[in-house]
């Protein structure tokens, strides 16, 4: 008989879950639900671990999904419009029928992903070990977790699975960055290899924003110049020679933002691959950012066996 969750244990399991609900600053209650009763209730650190999974992996999967529902919806619309090209109706009644599907499809779908954390929350509220589909049974078994049993979660695993929910929550702009900090400053102590990953997340982390905000700096000075070159009155001409400074000026400014904005979903990828890099057993570091956080925080290295030594390694790493 697997024993029943206490009151204690439901409350942090129903609140690990619920978090989800709050976007990105949801991941700091599982994160520290997880830390600070991984050694009093196996139960709690399963449930906490999955809804940080959820949060993080969950969310980089549906903001994947919907990134090429969109890219499909515009290839149809270009195949459209190059068949009815001349039948203005048909195009437009196309175009409204698609900006409704597309709403739909957005609301739907993110209703269906905030919906799984309510049915966490109420299944854990009732006593119940709950999983998530397809990545629950996963994390089960990359875990070794048993219910019925009394050994402990894979202790290593857990370490990698947080680690790595550091570095795929960089998808998530400022609030991500809790993941890796939390991990740090709660269970670095505990572990050196743990905390030199969390450390490396959170500067990788740190780079993606500088990115943003040196990108947004660039718009604004694109945009002042282009203001302090035309004037601020109405009668101000752009047709003049500072007025078509001003433009090129601004535009200029503005190609440089886009570049710099074109670059971080190249970060965003790193970041994925980053985690699952280190669910493989991988100690994996950032080619610039990694070396530079090992010259002042040691790795830690601890590899698990790779797939050619064990190939249990690959069978239980969680995909998705």
Known sequence: MKPIPSTEERVWAVLAHLSALAFGMGLLLPIIGWAEQRGKSKYIAYQCLQALGYQSLGYTVWLLGYLLFIVVIVIVMMIVA????????????SIIGF?????????VSLGIYLLMPIIAAVACGMGKDFQYPFMGKRLTNYLEY?????????????????????????IIALWGMLVPVTAWILQGKRS?????????????????????????VFYMIGMVAFIALTGFSPESSMSSATGLIGIIVMFGFMLIALLILLVIPFFHITGQWAGYRVLKGDDYQYPIVGKLVARVIPSGAKNLPTREEDPSVAANAPSG
């Open 82 to 93: 190059m068949v009815a090209p001349k039948n203005e109706d048909v195009f437009a009644a």
């Open 99 to 107: 900006d409704i599907f597309l709403f739909i499809f957005i609301f």
């Open 146 to 170: 048993n219910a019925e049993n009394e050994n402990s979660l894979n202790e290593d695993h857990e370490d990698r699975w947080v680690a790595a929910a550091g570095h795929f929550s960089v």
């Open 192 to 216: 050196a290899w743990l905390k030199f990953q969390s450390a490396q997340a959170t500067a990788f982390h740190v780079c993606t924003l500088a990115l943003g905000f040196v990108a947004g």
